[in-house]
């Protein structure tokens, strides 16, 4: 996968960090998020370091694409 680091028994880290990203989306707004969240946000969320945090994604930007492939899927909207 493009952008991905991670090998393995690490699958679980990475969806973490991933999961932590929405929850701070879901919290802050996509919008300002993005602005404002940082890598020590995510990994404190995910309760991850930063170090397994750039261990799975090359850079912020290859983290925010992952992000977005991985759209939380939700009920209909209200």
Known sequence: ????????????????LISAGWD???EIGLSEALDT???ADVAERAERSERTFWNHFDTWNS???????NIPKRGPME
């Open 1 to 16: 996968m493009a952008g991905s680091k991670g090998t393995g028994g690490s699958n679980e880290s990475r969806r973490r």
């Open 24 to 26: 701070l989306v879901d």
């Open 37 to 39: 969240i940082s890598v």
């Open 63 to 69: 983290y925010v694409e992952a992000l977005v492939s």
